[in-house]
């Protein structure tokens, strides 16, 4: 029986074929990932803290700002900052957007 090799479309020359081998032992565990800083899983006390810290006006834009840019060393808390960064962002500009053409609309019927 002729086998085709899938690649090169043409009959393969031999017909054997190699295998891993196995070991009689045990498979091995992998390494645990070394503790590193900016990988820590953050805590449900500390999402809750969070959570407190970014629904206080003002406070919430510092603190935001000084985790996105170099106050935090964890990766999760830097992702979070930026992306809360960048939806407050999204919704001063539809503010602006829709307060400022509410006041065209209010100044074109009064005159």
Same mark, same amino acid.
């Given at each position: 029986m002729e086998i085709i090799d899938p690649v090169t479309h043409t009959p393969e020359s031999h017909t054997s074929y190699q295998t891993a081998p196995t070991s009689p032992t045990a498979p091995s565990t992998p390494d645990p990932a070394p503790s590193n800083p900016s990988n820590q899983i953050i805590s449900v006390g500390e999402w809750f803290l969070i959570l407190l810290v970014i629904t206080i006006p003002l406070v919430n834009l510092i603190v935001l700002i000084i985790w996105?840019? @170099? @106050? !935090?060393?964890?990766?999760?808390?830097?992702?979070?900052?930026?992306?809360?960064?960048?939806?407050?962002?999204?919704?001063?500009?539809?503010?602006?957007?829709?307060? !400022?053409?509410?006041? +065209?609309?209010?100044? +074109?019927?009064?005159?």
């Open positions: 996105a840019f @170099g @106050g !935090s060393n964890n990766l999760n808390k830097v992702n979070f900052a930026k992306a809360n960064l960048i939806w407050l962002a999204i919704i001063i500009v539809l503010c602006v957007l829709f307060f !400022s053409s509410l006041m +065209a609309i209010m100044m +074109a019927l009064r005159y």
